[in-house]
């Protein structure tokens, strides 16, 4: 749910890495609804290559892991 990537704890943490948490949460819920990367990357308004690198900076799994 978006809901989710709003309970951040902001007391300890830098912009960059509640952005960076927001961001990793986002592309979680998208690869759970269509796991496909092409048209995440689409919809994201990413490069299919970008979105791959997000992924790999994230270490989200995708798939049937």
């Known amino acids: 749910s978006i809901s989710n990537i ?3 704890s ?3 943490i830098s912009l960059k890495q509640q952005l960076e948490e927001m961001e990793k949460q986002i592309l979680i819920s998208k690869l759970k609804v269509n796991i ?4 995440n990357a689409k919809q994201l308004g990413l490069s299919h290559t970008a979105l791959l690198n997000k992924i790999k ?3 989200i799994e995708i798939g049937n892991k």
Do not use: L
Request: proline share 0%; hydrophobic share 30%; aromatic share 16%.
């Open 36 to 39: 496909s990367i092409r048209k």
């Open 57 to 59: 900076k994230y270490n």
């Open 6 to 8: 709003f309970d951040i």
């Open 10 to 12: 902001v007391s300890d």
